[in-house]
């Protein structure tokens, strides 16, 4: 909003500074294209950081200012005034063109957030550049996207994307998440979305998790990539989310029926029937999922099946990491060779099965080279092999049973490999590659990832941290009606 406040006659002032500035600018462009032909002689005079200071020392010391935004805030009585010149708002933002077309002095009125920001945002406008830090990013991208300052905008939700592992006090990414879907920005709503299921066990620690909205807690209950240590650990979260917010009731049984039962153990499930005042408060609503959890444990899943589809979210595990459900492995310095490990998971989640085990053998290559790649001998030199470079080589990860048993009848497994990485101070997972039994391997495994330079970003001191998790998927192999 803008206010008319007082106008002046600034022409020859305005265009006599324009004038200065177009001739700065011109000055630096003209120098940076002194390369003449491959002229020898040629060189490059840049300087552009004296243009930046020079322009600074304009926005602080209002020299040749030829008009005036006067900033007000709920928070001041006083406003903020700036004394700023036209071309150089207008360059970058429509808005400030459109507002200083007819006028010279212009009342402004921001909320305290952004009006605390406002002369950091006006430095960006003169300088092309701004410090921000995790607290300033939304009022930041407020006044960027009020004003239409499009470069600053896009800067900020990249500078957002990236800070997600960044670490604060009371948290971030559930705020930004929030921001994202009233600004529209699917991009970073999706980073963030992923950030929080990838990381779910941190956040659910944190101050943060208190303030998640229903929408953000029902699609994170429905995705079945969450990591975390176990079911039961997610049910206790989501019991003290509902205690502190007490939602009503249609949402409160909404967000239970979201919870997998049949993966938590009988034992666990008796004592929360007993203990937890959430579950029962809102019995009615989830007791059959309770007692179809309780068949599930008691009968064989092949038998299950034949009653029950299995084939939907409430028996599909999530990225559990419960050492019954997988294993951690730390490989040191991971470009140097081959390694090989082996684990033993429980067969699946099902107490009829608690007692049965499949051991997995994992085998790592940091340079196994496709088939295409690999040595052959030439017919145009005789016993020539082409040259093959390690570069050429991508990290492979394979997975296999070392064992097959009539009790797999009914289930296949899906596998998945968490890749955790370092960031500002904090081991969180940056990648998740899952896999079906139909294949042995991820093909498209750390790709990107070079692990040749111990400062590559996959890597922990020289160290590369994955955890593996086997899924068991249940699936009807005859199907009888109830």
Same mark, same amino acid.
């Given at each position: 909003?803008?206010?008319?406040?007082?106008?002046?006659?600034?022409?020859?002032?305005?265009?006599?500074?324009?004038?200065?500035?177009?001739?700065?600018?011109?000055?630096?462009?003209?120098?940076?294209?002194?390369?003449?032909?491959?002229?020898?002689?040629?060189?490059?005079?840049?300087?552009?950081?004296?243009?930046?200071?020079?322009?600074?020392?304009?926005?602080?010391?209002?020299?040749?200012?030829?008009?005036?935004?006067?900033?007000?805030?709920?928070?001041?009585?006083?406003?903020?005034?700036?004394?700023?010149?036209?071309?150089?708002?207008?360059?970058?933002?429509?808005?400030?063109?459109? !507002?200083?077309?007819?006028?010279?002095? *212009?009342?402004?009125?921001?909320?305290?957030?952004?009006?605390?920001?406002?002369?950091?945002?006006?430095? %960006?406008?003169?300088?092309?550049?701004?410090? =921000?830090?995790?607290?300033?990013? =939304?009022?930041?991208?407020?006044?960027?996207?009020?004003?239409?300052?499009?470069?600053?905008?896009?800067?900020?939700?990249?500078?957002?994307?990236?800070?997600?592992?960044?670490?604060?006090?009371?948290?971030?990414?559930?705020?930004? %998440?929030? %921001?994202?879907?009233?600004?529209?920005?699917?991009?970073?709503?999706?980073?963030?979305?992923?950030? !929080?299921? /990838?990381?779910?066990?941190?956040?659910?620690?944190?101050?943060?998790?208190?303030?998640?909205?229903?929408?953000?807690?029902?699609?994170?209950?429905?995705?079945?990539?969450?990591?975390?240590?176990?079911?039961?650990? !997610?049910?206790?979260?989501?019991?003290?989310?509902?205690?502190?917010?007490?939602?009503?009731?249609?949402?409160?049984?909404?967000?239970?029926?979201?919870?997998? %039962?049949?993966?938590?153990?009988? $034992?666990?499930?008796?004592?929360?029937?007993?203990?937890?005042?959430?579950?029962?408060?809102?019995?009615?609503?989830?007791?059959?999922?309770?007692?179809?959890?309780?068949?599930?444990?008691?009968?064989? +899943?092949?038998?299950?099946?034949?009653?029950?589809?299995?084939?939907?979210?409430?028996?599909?595990?999530?990225?559990?990491?419960?050492?019954?459900?997988?294993?951690?492995?730390?490989?040191?310095?991971?470009?140097?060779?081959?390694?090989?490990?082996?684990?033993?998971?429980?067969?699946? +989640?099902? $107490?009829?099965?608690?007692?049965?085990?499949?051991?997995?053998?994992?085998?790592?290559?940091?340079? /196994?080279?496709? *088939?295409?790649?690999? +040595?052959?001998?030439?017919?145009?030199?005789?016993?020539? &092999?082409?040259?093959?470079? &390690?570069?050429?080589?991508?990290?492979?990860?394979?997975?296999?049973?070392?064992?097959?048993?009539?009790?797999?009848?009914?289930?296949?497994?899906?596998?998945?490999?968490?890749?955790?990485?370092?960031?500002?101070?904090? *081991?969180?997972?940056?990648?998740?590659?899952?896999?079906?039994?139909?294949?042995?391997?991820?093909?498209?495994?750390?790709?990107?990832?070079?692990?040749?330079?111990?400062?590559?970003?996959?890597?922990?001191?020289?160290?590369?941290?994955?955890?593996?998790?086997?899924? +068991?998927?249940?699936?009807?192999? =005859?199907?009888?009606?109830?």
């Amino acid at each position: 909003m803008a206010r008319l406040t007082g106008t002046r006659p600034v022409a020859t002032r305005r265009w006599g500074c324009a004038a200065a500035f177009l001739l700065l600018l011109f000055t630096v462009q003209a120098a940076q294209k002194a390369d003449f032909s491959g002229d020898s002689t040629a060189a490059t005079i840049n300087h552009s950081l004296t243009l930046l200071q020079r322009l600074q020392e304009l926005l602080q010391n209002g020299n040749g200012s030829d008009s005036v935004l006067r900033v007000r805030s709920a928070a001041s009585d006083e406003p903020k005034v700036f004394h700023t010149h036209q071309l150089l708002l207008s360059l970058q933002s429509e808005v400030f063109e459109s !507002l200083l077309r007819n006028q010279s002095v *212009v009342t402004l009125y921001e909320p305290p957030e952004t009006a605390a920001l406002f002369e950091k945002f006006i430095r %960006y406008l003169y300088c092309g550049g701004v410090s =921000i830090l995790l607290h300033q990013a =939304i009022p930041m991208h407020q006044l960027a996207s009020k004003y239409r300052v499009w470069g600053l905008q896009r800067g900020v939700a990249e500078y957002m994307r990236t800070h997600l592992a960044s670490e604060s006090s009371q948290g971030h990414v559930v705020g930004w %998440y929030h %921001y994202a879907v009233r600004v529209g920005d699917a991009a970073l709503q999706e980073s963030c979305l992923q950030f !929080l299921a /990838w990381n779910l066990s941190a956040v659910l620690g944190s101050a943060e998790w208190g303030s998640v909205s229903v929408e953000l807690l029902l699609l994170l209950l429905e995705r079945s990539d969450l990591v975390l240590h176990s079911e039961l650990e !997610l049910y206790t979260a989501v019991e003290g989310w509902l205690s502190r917010r007490q939602p009503e009731a249609p949402v409160a049984e909404r967000v239970l029926r979201a919870i997998r %039962y049949p993966m938590i153990a009988p $034992s666990q499930l008796f004592r929360l029937q007993a203990q937890s005042a959430v579950l029962a408060q809102h019995r009615a609503a989830v007791q059959d999922l309770l007692f179809q959890a309780f068949q599930f444990h008691a009968a064989s +899943p092949l038998h299950f099946a034949k009653y029950f589809d299995v084939n939907c979210s409430m028996f599909l595990p999530r990225n559990y990491l419960a050492p019954s459900w997988g294993s951690q492995w730390v490989i040191t310095n991971p470009a140097r060779d081959d390694r090989s490990t082996s684990f033993q998971t429980q067969l699946g +989640p099902s $107490s009829h099965d608690a007692g049965k085990r499949v051991t997995w053998n994992v085998l790592f290559s940091p340079r /196994w080279l496709p *088939v295409s790649l690999r +040595p052959v001998y030439s017919d145009s030199v005789a016993g020539a &092999i082409q040259p093959v470079r &390690i570069e050429d080589g991508r990290p492979r990860l394979v997975i296999t049973p070392a064992m097959s048993s009539p009790d797999f009848a009914g289930v296949t497994f899906q596998k998945t490999v968490l890749v955790g990485v370092r960031q500002q101070g904090r *081991v969180l997972v940056k990648h998740a590659y899952s896999f079906h039994q139909s294949s042995d391997e991820a093909a498209d495994f750390l790709v990107q990832a070079d692990l040749q330079k111990r400062t590559s970003e996959y890597l922990i001191d020289n160290s590369l941290h994955l955890h593996i998790i086997i899924k +068991p998927v249940y699936h009807s192999l =005859i199907k009888v009606k109830k």
